[in-house]
């Protein structure tokens, strides 16, 4: 059972654009949602985080947005850049002894 | 050295031999992670370290053997493996299990 999906495997978005990654969650434990990125090759880089006290944060070109009854956050990214393309993962966590959740990722791919 | 770092960085090897992989967190943390990525697959969890004791092994062939011996170092040993293992495997690290994971650069292991 999937408990953080990422439900579209790749998004393209032109450069200077808007890039929004979506991720939806099914455990209404979930109290803390990060995102990652992650380029060919190498380990995934931690990029902007969220606790469920908040409904957005923002660090620079990235804003995170949570939607609690909705069990939805999205990650946009504005002004795009060819730089930004990359994988990106949702995961999430209950606190507790259990570990982040990690979605199956977005591809994104910034165009020139 | 900061962060999380792993090596080797690239590792070929025989369905006979036996390497391991290894993992060092500078980061103070107390929860250390192996995760495997094959080619255009998620990230797989396999085992969850947490004060240098195992608390999740996810199904995990027996072929691999992770060791801990202080909350800073996480080995993974290998042997017989199949060229079905030939993936990348990422350590991460955190200050609590729940918590946010930073990840090392990977080695990329090919199983010939």
């Known amino acids: 059972d999937q408990q953080v999906k990422q439900n579209s495997p790749s998004l393209s978005v032109q450069e200077g654009r808007i890039s929004i990654l979506n991720c939806d969650y099914t455990?209404?434990?979930?109290?803390?949602f990060l995102w990652y990125k992650k380029y060919p090759a190498e380990g995934p880089t931690f990029l902007i985080s969220?606790?469920?006290?908040?409904d957005k944060n923002e660090d620079g070109r990235f804003t995170v947005f949570l939607n609690k009854s909705a069990k939805h956050l999205s990650l946009h990214i504005v002004p795009s850049q060819p730089g930004d393309s990359a994988v990106y993962f949702c995961?999430?966590?209950?606190?507790?002894?259990?570990?982040?959740?990690f979605g199956k990722g977005t591809r994104l791919s910034v165009i020139a | 050295e900061t962060g999380v770092t792993q090596t080797p960085r690239h590792l070929v090897m025989g369905m006979t031999n036996k390497k391991s992989l290894k993992c060092e967190q500078h980061?103070?943390?107390?929860?250390m992670y192996w995760y495997k990525q094959s080619a255009k697959k998620p990230l797989e969890l396999m085992f969850v370290y947490s004060l240098e004791e195992r608390v999740e092994n996810n199904s995990v062939p027996s072929r691999f053997s992770p060791e801990c011996p202080n909350s800073s170092h996480l080995f993974l040993h290998l042997h017989t493996l199949q060229p079905e293992d030939s993936a990348l495997y990422l350590c991460?690290?955190?200050?609590?299990?729940?918590?946010?994971?930073?990840f090392g650069p990977g080695t990329r292991l090919t199983v010939l």
């Open positions: 969220i606790s469920s006290i908040k």
């Open positions: 991460a690290s955190s200050q609590d299990i729940w918590g946010t994971q930073y």
């Open positions: 980061l103070g943390h107390n929860a």
């Open positions: 995961a999430a966590s209950g606190g507790g002894n259990t570990p982040l959740v």
């Open positions: 455990n209404s434990m979930f109290d803390y």
